[in-house]
């Protein structure tokens, strides 16, 4: 079982950055699968970004564009997500998401799921 706490969220002028983190609860981090997935109201759960377990490697939606980077602290259980020139269209709740087997570009594929936080972007 995993605990997954979100923090970082608010509201932020177009063209703004802000930075997600996300801490979990086990003492076997570094073997999961970690996603930031996001939701718009009226909206499906779409994959924001992934990384890797312990090479980090990363993959992100189409349309993050070079925006956001997400990276992974094994040793402080944490997982970001560094979001720079934030959009109107970005606005949604953002989840920290965990799995154990293998890397999803699915959200519904994750098995662990923090609270969300809420990023709200004004045009």
């Known amino acids: 079982q995993v605990e997954l706490v979100e923090s970082g969220g608010g509201v932020v002028q177009a063209g703004g950055s802000l930075r997600l983190s996300c801490t979990a609860s086990?003492?076997?981090?570094?073997?999961?699968?970690m996603a930031w997935v996001r939701q718009a109201p009226g909206k499906e759960r779409e994959i924001v970004a992934t990384?890797?377990?312990?090479?980090?490697?990363?993959r992100y939606g189409d349309f993050v564009k070079g925006r956001f980077t997400i990276s992974r602290d094994n040793a402080k259980n944490t997982v970001s997500l560094q979001m720079n020139a934030l959009e109107p269209d970005d606005t949604a709740v953002y989840y920290c998401?965990?799995?154990?087997?293998?890397?999803?570009?699915?959200?519904?594929?994750?098995?662990?799921w923090g609270q969300g936080t809420q990023v709200t972007v004004s045009s």
């Open positions: 998401a965990a799995r154990k087997s293998a890397s999803s570009r699915s959200a519904s594929a994750y098995e662990y």
């Open positions: 990384i890797t377990t312990i090479s980090g490697a990363t």
């Open positions: 086990t003492r076997s981090f570094s073997t999961y699968y």
